[in-house]
């Protein structure tokens, strides 16, 4: 049975907006549905450049700098990493004891030793390192920002474009952080883990293709009955791009079955395969890939946490970064890894360390961006940057000049004020 509804709440035809939904059986999944895709198509830009995508690997509870990027093993005992070193491809460059597969590849990724967080609070570091701005500024995240400009949806695949897999913050409910703000739902994270995922699967048979062509055809006639203010312009050229999508031509993305069996077993299970989704969901569509792996707020036993963590991380990137330059895909995704803080420089009384957002590291790769090197670095005791600090704006206008975003991007708030997205940070310095 088909049914067509129109709206999560009453308007007339001129006033249908853009969070107007089409329920047809089987059709998209969630909320990909054909008005989506028509209006994500109709409210971005043709000069917007849609070849590029950003993964954001999020360590959450705030990974420690000194055991993963910066392990100062020149520092006094109770500083140094407490995993040890393990020599990189860059001359003078070493990683935490765990990341031998990363230092492989080191040449083709960039630390940066100098990341600062303006607090040591997990929600409101989530939030900084997310938006760029601190929490209470009402801020959407970047992956909104993405999704706002880009459109909701990939034009031609229907592809979410800012999908998150994975809780970031603390928030016991619901994966808040990081959200769309005042853009409005429409724009937050695609999370596949969630109901909508079953919507995904095509449950329709092809036989019943033709009444959905029917309905394409009266919702043609409705276009030229009604002024839709564009919503319903181009409806015509959209019938590929549906059909596509009943069909199930942007779910299989999801399957790693049709992946070649060697990728799947160089990536591994659990953050291996999130990453591989993650590259295949960029390749037809996805602008913005948040992955999330828990287990990082080590207040005690740091060394057990890391032997835990590192060799997951060490071997998910290492063939991530390998995988996109193989495939020609380095100038097309950036990799970032980050957390919303460091830990403290010095081992505590658990054999933990705490909240420190004075310093921390971010690493990244890709994205047609300078790789190979490390720009800042730490303290003797890896305690505060001793020189080249980078802050949140800073790694927000990074990522906006690998999405072809403009610096002076604005939206209207819910008063009518346009809010400019940027602020005053320029991308960091050595990366362009």
């Avoid at 549905?33 to 830009?45: D, E």
């Amino acid at each position: 049975m088909l049914k067509v509804l129109f709206g999560d709440k009453a308007t007339n035809c001129a006033g249908m907006t853009r969070r107007s939904a089409l329920q047809v059986g089987g059709l998209g999944f969630g909320g990909l549905t054909l008005p989506n895709l028509l209006s994500a198509r109709a409210a971005s830009s043709p000069e917007i450049s849609r070849d590029t995508s950003v993964v954001w690997l999020w360590l959450n509870g705030g990974p420690t700098h000194i055991e993963t990027f910066d392990p100062k093993m020149t520092a006094p005992k109770e500083y140094r990493s407490v995993s040890g070193e393990v020599k990189t491809r860059l001359p003078g460059v070493t990683l935490g004891g765990h990341f031998e597969g990363m230092a492989q590849q080191a040449d083709r990724m960039t630390f940066v030793r100098s990341f600062v967080v303006p607090t040591s609070s997990h929600n409101r570091g989530a939030f900084w390192v997310n938006t760029g701005y601190k929490q209470g500024s009402n801020r959407p995240s970047l992956g909104s920002i993405t999704s706002r400009v880009r459109g909701a949806n990939h034009p031609v695949s229907g592809m979410p474009t800012y999908l998150q897999m994975g809780k970031i913050g603390f928030n016991t409910d619901a994966p808040i952080i990081p959200g769309p703000a005042w853009l409005g739902k429409a724009y937050g994270p695609f999370t596949p883990s969630g109901p909508s995922r079953e919507n995904m699967n095509l449950t329709t048979e092809v036989s019943r293709l033709e009444d959905r062509r029917s309905l394409l055809k009266g919702l043609d006639k409705l276009q030229r009955d009604v002024d839709a203010n564009g919503v319903m312009d181009g409806i015509d050229g959209m019938n590929h791009q549906a059909f596509s999508l009943i069909l199930g031509k942007a779910t299989q993305a999801f399957d790693l079955k049709r992946e070649d069996p060697r990728t799947v077993d160089k990536y591994g299970g659990g953050l291996g395969q999130s990453l591989l989704t993650a590259r295949r969901l960029c390749e037809v569509g996805c602008g913005f890939v948040a992955v999330s792996l828990q287990g990082w707020d080590m207040h005690g036993n740091v060394a057990g946490g890391m032997n835990s963590r590192g060799p997951q991380v060490d071997r998910a990137v290492s063939a991530f970064v390998s995988d996109i330059h193989q495939r020609g895909l380095d100038k097309n995704i950036l990799l970032v890894i980050s957390g919303e803080f460091g830990r403290t420089p010095r081992i505590n009384k658990n054999a933990g360390r705490d909240h420190w957002g004075p310093l921390s590291t971010l690493a990244l790769a890709g994205g047609g961006l300078n790789m190979g090197q490390v720009i800042g670095k730490s303290s003797p005791k890896a305690e505060v940057p001793a020189g080249g600090k980078v802050g949140p704006q800073q790694l927000m206008a990074t990522i906006f000049h690998v999405l072809g975003i403009e610096r002076e991007t604005s939206f209207d708030d819910p008063a009518g004020r346009p809010i400019p997205m940027l602020g005053t940070g320029q991308p960091i310095r050595g990366l362009i």
